[in-house]
């Protein structure tokens, strides 16, 4: 009877969190004029809606220009977060805590109050309009950088003494011993980057004006609210369908890993 | 082969692990570091394998200072307790790890695994993880992965602490036979005093980061330097009787809690040093006391009436706990001798078995 309840009350909930989605799904490929009501089903099903955005946007060379992007960030990110991790678990250095307490505290910070420095600085290198000023400034991250630390800890320092009497190096240790065994910290701190660079609209809009270099999210949010979709909602909805796309099918991927991960280090996403 | 010269270790500036340690372990020697927790012996060893740092003094491996040399320029493999098995990867890629980083071609480390695996039985289960391993078997490909590399010195932390007392017995006997079939140096921590009188060519006992006695198993029993030595070799304890020296007719030992007057040898005089009486704690071992009717004991005069608390009996021998005032003591007694618990006996000590300490210092008369 218990089990029932607690079923009962999953499954209610599984739906309030799954319909909007499920209906932003059913709706993109409905006709306009019957995406008013909140039912999931259509008379017809149609790609009209797609075929607006792919006509009026380059969507492809923005996917693309978002793969890049992510993937160079996310990669940077697990490269140098696991570098600066396995130094701040591992190795014994004077000011080893405060450095760790002073990037801690860079999580405190809202972007917002970053924004201005940051665009002054990229202003500065030329960067702007081009992918390397929506790359740089985020190949290092706080919160990826505790993910990794604390995966660190959990490798017990015998490990690395052995190692360490084997012939390895510290960079070597890093490479075939510290990764090996981190693999679901390393895909959990990857999925969290990868998914809130891929989301990001707000910086490459300050960064980007030429329209081959524009990311998904802000080829999306210019089409949606800056007038491409012609304030008609359902390719409104398919691009914002396309955004989420990539996002859904990493996660279904690692799912497994990531839940897994998320358990073990007590972090929330 | 090894030598340590006022070897110390100081962490945080303060806490002395290693106060200046001198040692010299000899080519294929068998060298035991014992002593309780917390008395600096790993710290040496951790010292001898590079993973701590030097704080001063030499450390020289063959004829070379190794003080600033990295752990795998030092020609040393070691075991550890918890037997740092790479768990990702098998037992043979666990073994042959450390000579592929050495670039040994790929013959000679499927030569040098084999083996290991044949010695140590690990033929089996070479392609296994080690988490589907006993623990016995992890233990094995710890010694594997020491011995196919080879080196000068192997040292061991600890090996054998996370085994079962009967694998414990039995990997103490295989490592044994290993050291004699390779006839490699090893240094070998331990906190277990057994392992070290069994195992050790000699034994180097340490108590708060200081060296007390380096010496063979037999002498460290029977000629212990100081009270800490007498007190930590063998089990049960050396009984220690708190009491004082008193010239008189010859040198007599009193106990402080009893009558026991015991005739020290005459050398003990250039310990008094004109004094004509000195504090001193008299130690002797559970199986040099005897009822006091033992056939052994004819012309001992040293006698101690003791109401006995518990006996344990062993089958081969028994335990006999008695006080004595405020004085605690532990004889083991034939096992036909007639005693039984709450009983008041009259033991006696053999005399050329006992050890006098000076009360001060706890060094030994000799």
Redesign the interface.
């Known amino acids: 009877m218990k089990k029932i309840t607690a079923y009962t009350a999953l499954v209610v909930g599984a739906l309030i969190f799954a319909y909007p989605f499920v209906w932003m799904l059913s709706a993109s490929f409905k006709p306009e004029y019957e995406i008013g009501d909140m039912s999931l089903m259509a008379s017809k099903w149609t790609f009209a809606s797609y075929q607006l955005v792919f006509d009026t946007i380059p969507i492809f060379s923005a996917f693309l220009n978002s793969i890049i992007v992510s993937l160079a960030v996310t990669g940077a990110v697990l490269f140098f977060g696991s570098l600066a991790a396995y130094s701040l678990s591992k190795l014994k250095w004077r000011g080893r805590d405060t450095v760790f307490n002073l990037i801690l505290f860079t999580m405190m910070v809202p972007f917002m109050v970053l924004l201005i420095p940051l665009y002054t600085l990229v202003v500065k290198f030329g960067w702007t309009d081009s992918l390397v000023g929506l790359i740089v400034p985020f190949m290092m991250n706080a919160t990826a950088l505790l993910i990794l630390r604390q995966s660190f800890l959990t490798i017990p320092t015998s490990l690395l003494e052995a190692a360490r009497i084997d012939g390895c190096s510290e960079w070597r240790i890093l490479r075939q011993i510290v990764w090996p065994l981190s693999i679901p910290a390393l895909i959990t701190a990857g999925i969290i980057v990868l998914t809130a660079n891929w989301n990001q609209a707000l910086w490459p809009i300050m960064v980007i004006r030429d329209e081959a270099l524009m990311t998904m999210p802000q080829m999306v949010l210019l089409f949606t609210v800056g007038g491409g979709a012609q304030a008609r909602l359902g390719p409104q909805l398919a691009a914002g369908i396309l955004l989420a796309l990539p996002i859904v099918v990493i996660y279904l991927i690692f799912q497994r890993q990531f839940i897994s991960s998320m358990a073990s280090t007590g972090l929330k996403g | 082969m090894v030598r340590l010269e006022g070897l110390r270790k100081v962490y945080d500036e303060d806490v002395v692990a290693v106060h200046g340690a001198d040692l010299f372990v000899d080519e294929g020697e068998f060298v035991v570091l014992v002593g309780p927790s917390g008395c600096g012996k790993s710290s040496m060893l951790r010292m001898i ?3 701590e740092e030097i704080t001063s003094g030499t450390l020289s491996i063959g004829d070379k200072k190794v003080n600033d040399v ?3 320029d030092r020609d ?3 075991v ?3 037997y ?5 990867m098998t037992v043979y890629k666990n073994m042959a ?2 000579l592929e ?2 670039k040994l071609p790929k013959k000679e480390i499927r030569r040098r695994v084999d083996d290991a695996a044949e010695i140590l039985g690990l033929m089996d289960v070479l392609e296994r993880r080690p988490k589907e391993l006993s623990g016995g078997q992890r233990q094995r490909v710890a010694v594997g ?1 020491a011995i196919v ?1 080879d080196p000068r010195v192997f040292l061991f932390d600890e090996p054998l602490s996370n085994l079962d007392a009967k694998l414990r017995v039995q990997m103490r006997t295989e490592i044994l036979n290993l050291h004699r079939r390779l006839g490699t140096t090893i240094i070998y921590v331990t906190h277990d005093q057994i392992e070290a009188m069994t195992m050790g060519d000699r034994i180097v006992v340490m108590n708060e980061g200081k060296i007390e006695q380096i010496d063979t198993p037999y002498e460290l029993y029977s000629q212990p330097n100081n009270r800490f030595v007498a007190g930590f070799i063998g089990s049960p304890a050396m009984n220690f009787l708190s009491g004082e020296l008193r010239t008189g007719r010859g040198i007599m030992f009193k106990h402080a809690d009893s009558d026991l007057t015991v005739r020290v040898p005459d050398a003990a005089q250039n310990y008094m040093s004109g004094r004509d009486v000195m504090p001193v704690i008299l130690g002797i071992r559970p199986e040099d006391i005897f009822l006091s009717d033992s056939p052994y004991m004819e012309g001992q005069t040293s006698e101690i009436t003791l109401r006995i608390d518990l006996v344990e009996h062993m089958g081969n021998e028994m335990t006999v706990y008695g006080s004595s005032g405020t004085t605690q003591l532990v004889a083991r007694l034939a096992p036909d001798a007639r005693v039984k618990q709450d009983d008041t006996v009259t033991l006696a000590f053999l005399q050329n078995k006992m050890h006098f300490f000076d009360a001060e210092s706890e060094v030994v008369f000799r």
């Open positions: 394998a590079g993973l990295l752990p795998k040393i493999a070691m550890f307790q918890d740092a098995l790479y768990p990702h790890f450390g980083l050495r992965r590399r």
